[in-house]
């Protein structure tokens, strides 16, 4: 119980920091606010762009090309890719209050019992002869049916057209696949990637930026030929990564395991640009983004929840401290399935040309933004006499604070000129505060995550130096302009060791 109540804390003080400082709060908040949207302050913005920038230097290579899609797709594509029919969740309402539940959920929070993956039919019976009924008011529930999470529109003033918000962003690249190839001279294996908005009417949004209806995907689909996969994974075959088996989950156990990339290959993985994307997300969530090796696992997804697109998926989860654990990143190996389907349904031939004709074949990470900043506010929040969050420098919103120790005009003056001149070399990354007094300066830099804060003093009116201050140990050092740029620029190398 007591852990319980810790937990909650946990959740609960990051998101009193996310309203009380703007970074990230719900839509419509003065309407009432709109379940599962949430809008991105200034702080938020920055936190979640440098993400990104890091996330491309990271996987971004030479052979991938990025597009920048519509968010509102034909019907007809959503019927090709399979969404219209299969993208749905079991959903069951109350006969007496009307309230709505996800059918699998309400279950398995009852009867404490994986049920994902199963038929209507089967929940159906679950419900009757477990007698569950409704959470609230205690009354009967509806059959179970299956409900589609697409937002529909149409288009033109006729609303002749039926559309939908794209669920996933990764059918903008199947469709412009035949485009690309062509127009950017590409052959195989190469890269499509995209990163933009999805959308998703989950029918009980929650725990913040875990379950929302409006959220960002960064997605890779990687093309390539099964035959022959051309893929560099040489380099990550003595990586090690820690797997949920399939095995384990069926046992019931949560045991981690871990498993050199080699013996992966061949044997669970079925293609080596899936076994070189897992290496590389390990790498990345480990050595650059600096989550916990012990509150991340690769789920090998069970057979009856893969995805209606794919032919074997890893999860890449993290433990949420209070809420446990939940997939960040999905990979699925999408084979031959999207280009076939589009194929068929579009009567473009989406084949290639090259030692002979044939689909290409897909691997896909699916990288789910906003769970990954929740993972870094989780990851890096820290309590003494005010909460902060630690996060690595290239991740804070802002590099550096400069501020005058007092609020006398010298003093002001002369912070301004230091501000100035670290603006020339750092942009937009430094900001200049002197509304407060020194302490409550510190707390508001420190709150947000600010790894280094300048302090004009006295002093630096007779000989130009000033107090660094870090934001991990509170540590200070009197150091000039040159050193502290110095200090500041070494923050900002990311070393990777590929070997984990
Ligand atoms: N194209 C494959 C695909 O969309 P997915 O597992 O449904 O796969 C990928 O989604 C990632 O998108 C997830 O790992 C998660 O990080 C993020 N995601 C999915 N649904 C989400 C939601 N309702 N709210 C926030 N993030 C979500």
Not at 4 to 22: A, Y
Not at 399 to 427: H, N
Request: charged fraction near 30%; glycine fraction near 4%; include cysteine.
């Amino acid at each position: 119980m007591l852990i319980v109540i810790k937990i909650m804390e946990s959740l609960e003080k990051i998101i009193n920091i996310c309203l009380r400082r703007g970074i990230i709060f719900p839509t419509a908040e003065i309407y009432g606010s709109i379940s599962g949207f949430y809008e991105f302050g200034e702080i938020g913005k920055r936190i979640k762009d440098k993400l990104i920038k890091i996330w491309k230097d990271f996987f971004v290579e030479e052979n991938f090309v990025e597009i920048e899609g519509s968010i509102i797709l034909p019907k007809d594509v959503l019927d090709a890719s399979g969404h219209t029919k299969s993208f749905v969740d079991p959903i069951t309402k109350c006969k007496k209050c009307q309230t709505i539940y996800r059918a699998d959920n309400l279950i398995e929070e009852k009867l404490n019992i994986k049920v994902e993956g199963k038929s209507i039919e089967e929940l159906n019976k679950i419900i009757k002869e477990k007698n569950i009924k409704c959470p609230k008011c205690g009354n009967e529930l509806e059959d179970v049916r299956e409900f589609n999470l697409m937002f529909k529109t149409s288009v033109g003033p006729l609303a002749k057209e039926e559309a939908y918000l794209r669920p996933e962003t990764a059918q903008n690249i199947f469709i412009s696949f035949k485009r690309i190839y062509k127009a950017y001279r590409k052959k195989l294996p190469f890269a499509i990637y995209q990163i933009g908005y999805s959308f998703r009417n989950e029918i009980s949004p929650r725990q913040f930026l875990i379950r929302l209806r409006f959220f960002t995907q960064a997605e890779i689909e990687m093309f390539f030929n099964p035959e022959n996969e051309n893929c560099p994974i040489e380099k990550y075959l003595e990586l090690e990564i820690p797997v949920l088996t399939r095995e384990e989950q069926r046992k019931g156990s949560n045991e981690i395991k871990w498993f050199k990339i080699k013996d992966l290959i061949g044997n669970v993985i079925k293609s080596k640009w899936q076994a070189y994307f897992l290496a590389k997300e390990f790498i990345f969530f480990t050595q650059v983004l600096k989550l916990s090796k012990d509150r991340l696992r690769f789920r090998h997804v069970l057979e009856e929840e893969t995805p209606f697109y794919s032919a074997g998926n890893f999860d890449l989860e993290y433990y949420f401290e209070g809420i446990g654990w939940k997939e960040i990143v999905g990979n699925a190996y999408r084979s031959d399935y999207d280009l076939s389907t589009h194929s068929k349904h579009s009567k473009e031939d989406l084949s290639i040309q090259e030692e002979k004709k044939f689909i290409p074949h897909v691997v896909e990470p699916s990288f789910g933004i906003e769970r990954i900043i929740l993972a870094l506010f989780f990851e890096n929040y820290r309590e003494r006499e005010w909460s902060y969050f630690s996060f690595p420098p290239y991740l804070s919103p802002y590099l550096v604070a400069v501020f005058p120790l007092v609020k006398k005009k010298e003093i002001i003056e002369k912070a301004e000129e230091t501000y100035k001149k670290f603006k020339e070399i750092f942009g937009r990354d430094i900001i200049f505060d002197s509304s407060d007094s020194i302490g409550k300066l510190y707390a508001r830099a420190d709150e947000i995550g600010i790894p280094f804060a300048i302090t004009i003093d006295y002093q630096t009116l007779k000989d130009n130096t000033f107090t660094i201050r870090y934001r991990d140990d509170k540590k200070q050092e009197r150091v000039n302009f040159e050193e502290s740029v110095k200090i500041i620029e070494n923050s900002l190398k990311i070393d990777v060791d590929i070997k984990g």
